[in-house]
């Protein structure tokens, strides 16, 4: 869970340091457009930190965090490439932050909570702590460096590219959604098969 916040956390540092610049700079769009653009990508993508670990109650941790990383990678992937009327941006950087918002308080919180009950408390503590660390302090300094030498489209492609590597990440976790595990647990004793005759009692 560490490795994914901390992937989860230096995209969101990097979409933070150099979205505005990329939209300003290279897009050509004023400051007061991309700040009204950002804006609303950002109030309605925070909804993702309740709508995805929701969704993920009924759907299942790892198919749930799965999608968001790859549907948040491909979207910053390809939107610093690819030029697009200012409605479609808008739209796919809401969808991006949905996704990506949604899979940071999954990883970091939920998961952890349930992968370590006992000791939930200290686990999402010490994970917060390092991937704050290795993820957000970081990130925009290596992520500068890149801007300046390759130009500013590379660092929002890296938050992309450090999406979709959050989802072979969370193929090792285990599911821990308690409502996925009893469908499952009932599924299994529906399956499993019954013999016709009476069994004799225990000796």
Not at 117 to 123: H, I, L, Q, T
Not at 133 to 147: C, D, E, F, K, M
């Given at each position: 869970?560490?490795?994914?916040?901390?992937?989860?956390?230096?995209?969101?540092?990097?979409?933070?340091?150099?979205?505005?610049?990329f939209l300003t700079r290279v897009r050509g769009y004023s400051l007061d457009?991309?700040?009204?653009?950002?804006?609303?990508?950002?109030?309605?993508?925070?909804?993702?930190?309740?709508?995805?670990?929701?969704?993920?109650?009924?759907?299942?941790?790892?198919?749930?965090?799965?999608?968001?990383?790859?549907?948040?990678?491909?979207?910053?992937?390809?939107?610093?490439?690819?030029?697009?009327?200012?409605?479609?941006?808008?739209?796919?950087?809401?969808?991006?932050?949905?996704?990506?918002?949604?899979?940071?308080?999954?990883?970091?919180?939920?998961?952890?909570?349930?992968?370590?009950?006992?000791?939930?408390?200290?686990?999402?503590?010490?994970?917060?702590?390092?991937?704050?660390?290795?993820?957000?302090?970081?990130?925009?300094?290596?992520?500068?460096?890149?801007?300046?030498?390759?130009?500013?489209?590379?660092?929002?492609?890296?938050?992309?590219?450090?999406?979709?590597?959050?989802?072979?990440?969370?193929?090792?976790?285990?599911?821990?959604?308690?409502?996925?595990?009893?469908?499952?647990?009932?599924?299994?004793?529906?399956?499993?098969?019954?013999?016709?005759?009476?069994?004799?009692?225990?000796?």
């Open positions: 869970m560490i490795i994914a916040g901390t992937l989860g956390l230096a995209w969101f540092a990097l979409t933070i340091a150099f979205t505005s610049l457009e991309a700040g009204n653009m950002l804006a609303i990508a950002t109030s309605v993508g925070f909804l993702g930190s309740v709508l995805v670990p929701a969704l993920s109650d009924s759907l299942g941790r790892k198919p749930v965090g799965i999608a968001g990383a790859i549907a948040a990678g491909l979207i910053y992937v390809v939107f610093p490439l690819v030029p697009m009327p200012t409605p479609a941006l808008v739209a796919l950087l809401t969808f991006g932050g949905i996704c990506a918002g949604g899979l940071v308080s999954l990883t970091v919180a939920t998961l952890l909570s349930e992968l370590v009950p006992g000791r939930r408390g200290a686990a999402i503590g010490i994970a917060n702590f390092l991937t704050a660390t290795l993820g957000s302090l970081l990130s925009p300094i290596y992520g500068g460096v890149l801007a300046d030498h390759f130009g500013l489209a590379l660092p929002l492609d890296l938050a992309g590219v450090f999406q979709l590597l959050t989802a072979p990440v969370l193929c090792w976790v285990p599911e821990t959604a308690p409502r996925v595990l009893a469908r499952r647990g009932t599924a299994a004793k529906a399956a499993k098969p019954t013999s016709p005759c009476p069994q004799p009692p225990p000796s």
